[in-house]
């Protein structure tokens, strides 16, 4: 036995003395060295413990990952095959000779140098650039807005089914439209977050709310608009773990960096949407008369001419009138996501936009002209100086169970990118009937019971025939998502739970029971598909989704149903 077996072996002795690797008369030295030294069999204790947690990480973590596609090669056999055939050249000769060429001939390596350069800047922009921009972005949205003059704004703030119009910048901020309890309940959940309440469309507002994270991930988009350049936005985006405030998103303006939209994302609460209105004009002041010497003083008149002359228009506006225009804008189809609004004003309605593209505005004027009593009044965000700043985005992190999930949905998919587009698919569908659910939930809103009571027997087949439409089309897209995930979701193990469809028989009650519904898919379809942020994932996710669907569908063909009996 060699001189230094004479002493303590070394770990490497000592592991290959575990795994039976050593010869014979060694074998029977370490054993016999083993018997009489604690410290030595203290070491093999060690390294025993070690390979058996190794052991027990490879069995618990096995299943988690897909089996490789085929089994490993030996990769020496291979590369001796390669060393043996005729005319071939050895891996370490290949080496040696690479070593030396660059040794001799450097500037022959020069494009490969910088090409592993441009890649390290390039993952080092993609995953830290969206923080530096969104803070770069806010600060000079904050400097814009300072240097400007504070001038009245009307905002609308819309959560559920809630919905307040605010003037901010005005004497009196608490300026508004909506029912006190709700407005306090509103302000407080902005105040508990830390989220400025009196100017909640600005960049100073979100800006503050910001800085204050601990540990937050921004998403820094550009988005476009191919028809008109006027419209183009950045939108800003902010997730974080904590606080009452989970994720935050905010629209500027290119040309200005003037705030237009943002959605705050409260955790249990319905999304809040923050958008700018059209400033109201001002009222038109009455005529004065002329003064001369030789004629008297002539009063104003009693009932001044409006700024502008509307279509004939009734004293007050019908529920009839109303419906009208939603029937218009359905022809349209410009009530399926279009940020179109339809306001009752005294004996005119005003149906409003905002960043619509310039072709659409024609099209909306079009085919509301012959309509009484009816204005189309659309606006633009103004603008300066873009700052110099591509639209980046960066990957939400994926929960662990999620990921494993969604590995084994790519077995069954066959591979990432199979996943990929079938995710897309069913997310896309999902947005059609989330848009078919939010038309009619604004039927509901504007046309309660009360109101549809007053229409005439064929204004009440009209609406009906409305809510047919989007019920057929809502439960169109709620089997086809059945159809394309069930089996998938079957696969991987998942299983529907009970279901209980008990649908109010008034439609507008069922409108919301069924928006609901849909909402809570959205949310699960989120998580398992885009691994969208959740603290905390059950095990039985595929189960709950598959149980969701097949809820959505029972609910739309019973919502179906009852619409096609109303008519």
């Known amino acids: 036995m060699p001189d230094v077996m004479a002493r303590h072996p070394d770990d490497g002795q000592l592991l290959r003395f575990s795994d039976g690797e050593l ?7 370490v054993r016999a060295h083993l018997a009489a030294c604690w410290q030595c069999r203290t070491e093999l204790d060690q390294i025993h413990g070690v390979i058996s947690d190794c052991v027990r990480y490879q069995k618990t973590t096995e299943d988690c990952f897909p089996s490789p596609p085929a089994p490993w090669c030996d990769i020496y056999r291979k590369f001796a095959e390669m060393d043996a055939a005729p005319g071939s050249v050895s891996f370490l000769h ?4 690479a070593i030396r060429s660059f040794a001799v001939t450097p500037r022959r390596w020069a494009p490969v140098t910088a090409s592993l350069l441009i890649v390290s800047l390039l993952f080092y922009e993609l995953r830290y650039a969206p923080s530096v921009q969104a803070a770069e972005l806010l600060q000079k949205a904050v400097a814009a807005s300072e240097v400007k003059p504070a001038q009245p704004r009307r905002i609308e703030i819309r959560s559920g089914s809630k919905r307040l119009t605010r003037t901010v910048h005005a004497a009196r901020l608490a300026q508004l439209s909506g029912p006190e309890p709700v407005y306090a309940v509103m302000e407080a959940q902005f105040r508990t977050a830390g989220y400025d309440w009196d100017d909640p469309l600005s960049a100073h507002a979100y800006a503050s709310w910001r800085d204050r994270l601990s540990e937050k991930r921004d998403q820094v988009t550009l988005i476009r608009d191919a028809q008109s ?32 939209e943002s959605t705050l994302l409260f955790r249990g609460s319905d999304p809040v949407e923050i958008r700018e209105l059209p400033v109201e004009p001002p009222a038109a002041a009455p005529p004065v008369a002329s003064l001369t010497s030789k004629s008297p003083v002539t009063a104003p008149s009693s009932s001044p001419a409006p700024e502008r002359v509307l279509p004939r228009a009734p004293e007050s506006v019908s529920p009839a009138e109303e419906l009208k225009v939603f029937a218009a804008l359905r022809r349209l189809n410009a009530d399926l996501g279009e940020p179109i609004e339809v306001k009752s004003s005294g004996s005119h309605i005003l149906v409003s936009g905002v960043g619509i593209p310039p072709g659409r505005r024609q099209q909306l004027s079009s085919g509301l002209a012959s309509l009484e009593g009816v204005e189309v009044q659309f606006s633009d965000p103004s603008g300066a100086v873009p700052p110099n700043i591509a639209g980046s985005s960066t990957v939400a992190t994926v929960n662990p169970e999620v990921a494993r999930i969604q590995s084994r949905i790519e077995v069954e998919l066959g591979g990432r990118a199979s996943f990929e587009h079938f995710a897309d698919q069913v997310l896309d569908r999902n947005e059609a009937l989330l848009s078919r659910a939010h038309a009619l939930r604004r039927l509901a809103e504007r046309f309660p019971p009360r109101v549809e009571a007053r229409l005439s027997a064929g204004d009440r087949a009209v609406l009906a025939g409305i809510r047919r439409e989007h019920a057929q089309a809502l439960w169109e897209r709620s089997v086809e998502m059945e159809k394309n995930l069930a089996p998938v979701l079957a696969a991987i193990g998942a299983k529907p739970g009970p279901l209980s ?17 849909a909402r809570a898919g959205e949310t699960l379809l989120a998580v398992i598909l885009g691994g969208a942020a959740s603290n905390s994932v059950a095990p039985d996710l595929p189960s709950q989704v598959l149980t969701s669907l097949t809820l959505l569908r029972a609910e739309a063909e019973a919502y179906r149903n009852l619409t096609a009996a109303a008519r």
């Not at 010869?23 to 030295?29: A, D, G, K, L």
């Not at 950045?234 to 997730?239: A, D, N, S």
């Not at 469809?501 to 519904?517: D, N, R, Y």
């Open 94 to 97: 290949r080496v040696r000779g």
């Open 229 to 260: 350049p006027v419209h183009d936005c950045y939108q800003i985006r902010t997730t974080t773990p904590a606080g009452e405030l989970s994720s935050a998103s905010l629209k500027l303006t290119v040309q200005d960096l003037r705030p237009v």
């Open 23 to 29: 010869n014979v008369p060694e074998m029977n030295q």
């Open 501 to 517: 469809t008990t649908l109010s028989p008034v439609w507008q009650q069922a409108t919301e029971e069924l928006f609901q519904q």
